[in-house]
Structure formats: C-alpha cells, structure tokens
T-cell receptor, first 116, second 109 residues
Framework: GAVVSQHPSRVICKSGTSVKIECRSLDFQATTMFWYRQFPKQSLMLMATSNEGSKATYEQGVEKDKFLINHASLTLSTLTVTSAHPEDSSFYIC????????????FGQGTRLTVV | LAKTTQPISMDSYEGQEVNITCSHNNIATNDYITWYQQFPSQGPRFIIQGYKTKVTNEVASLFIPADRKSSTLSLPRVSLSDTAVYYC??????????FGTGTRLQVFP
C-alpha cells in the first residue's frame, strides 16, 4: 500500500509551548488528509479534515485556534498544537486519501505527545 | 455516512479462521466497505476494501451479501501477530473517515 510518513513519532514538551506534527504522503498525492487523536483503549476520534489549499474543517468540540492545521501541498499537512497543556497529551494520527475517486486511505505511524 | 456496528471483542486460537462481521444497514449506493487493522501505538493499516460480493487478497477475504447491509472480514489461519483491533468503515471518496468502536481480536496460542 501507499506510504504516509508522520513525524515526530514521539515528543515531550513543556506546558505552554507549541508542537508541530508533520504528515507526508510519500508516493502519492493526497487531496484530503485527516487528523485524529486516540486515547488508550479507545477508538480514533476525528479532529479535522483538511483539503489541499483550503481551510480545514474541524469536528464539533475541537478548538481550531488550539489545533492549527495547514495543508499547503498535495503531499504535506501539518498539525500544530498551540499552548499545549497536559490534557492535550495523546496519540495523534494522520491519514491521507488518494486524489480522485478512490476511497482507500493510509495512515501515518502516529505521534505520541506528552505535555509536562 | 453509514454507521457501522461490530462486536467489541473476539477470541480465537492460532490456526483458526476468524470471521468478524460488521453491520451497516444504511449503506449508500456509492459507499465502499473498508477494513483496517490497528496494533497498539501504531496507525491503522489498510487491509481490504470491497463494494459487493467477495474480495480476496493475500491477507484476508471480504464477503458482502447482495443487500450490502453487512460485511464479513475473514482472516484465514490466524497467528498471534493477528492480535489487534479491526475497524470497518463505510463511505465514498467524499466522506470523512469516521471510526466506530472496532473489534478487539485476541489470538491465543
């Protein structure tokens, strides 16, 4: 299958700082990318959907000013957690879907964020 | 966006065939059915996708009845490494990818 690279895989930051997570589709172009967070023993919760060149669409309850998403090209989307707090600690996962009328999506390996 | 329902958990033994069924009563005409596998602390991995009847790849088979209101993921001769959470998603290429609870498969020796 196609490859989606997510970086970093693990990050520890201090409260109040910002953290950027990158998601790259390495061998295909992705018009649409999705960002999720996942708590232990729970399913993936969709945070936002981003389309290349346009603003992200956030799910209800997700603060767009806190979780900044940029999808500047067909192969790169970034999630920035601003002014991080301990409650933002979680596992963040990105997903990229093929351009065009294909429904398969591929996922990054995830980023474990710990805010201390 | 069709909602999916799966068993919360299943147990099996090595070498057995495992069938996980997903219900999606409100599936739309343009919707595909896709299954993903997730190991702890990893992103989900695409397993198989289908629209109707049967699809088979090197990893699994997907059975979809004519009414498409359900689907069954079949894993032949599971091993310990197949212990994971399996998610069934339904939608077309414009839909958001919404995950349900998934099925936690535990394979015992």
């Amino acid at each position: 299958g196609a490859v989606v690279s997510q970086h970093p895989s693990r990050v520890i930051c201090k409260s109040g700082t910002s953290v950027k997570i990158e998601c790259r589709s390495l061998d295909f172009q992705a018009t649409t990318m999705f960002w999720y967070r996942q708590f232990p023993k729970q399913s993936l919760m969709l945070m936002a959907t981003s389309n290349e060149g346009s603003k992200a669409t956030y799910e209800q309850g997700v603060e767009k000013d806190k979780f900044l998403i940029n999808h500047a090209s067909l192969t790169l989307s970034t999630l920035t957690v601003t002014s991080a707090h301990p409650e933002d600690s979680s596992f963040y996962i990105c997903s990229a879907r093929y351009t065009g009328e294909r429904t398969e999506a591929f996922f990054g390996q995830g980023t474990r964020l710990t805010v201390v | 966006l069709a909602k999916t329902t799966q068993p919360i958990s299943m147990d099996s033994y090595e070498g057995q065939e495992v069938n996980i069924t997903c219900s999606h009563n409100n599936i739309a005409t343009n919707d595909y059915i896709t299954w993903y596998q997730q190991f702890p602390s990893q992103g989900p991995r695409f397993i198989i996708q289908g629209y109707k009847t049967k699809v088979t790849n090197e990893v699994a088979s997907l059975f979809i009845p004519a009414d498409r209101k359900s689907s069954t993921l079949s894993l032949p001769r599971v091993s310990l490494s197949d212990t994971a959470v399996y998610y069934c998603l339904v939608g077309d290429y414009t839909d958001k990818l919404i995950f349900g609870t998934g099925t936690r498969l535990q394979v015992f020796p």
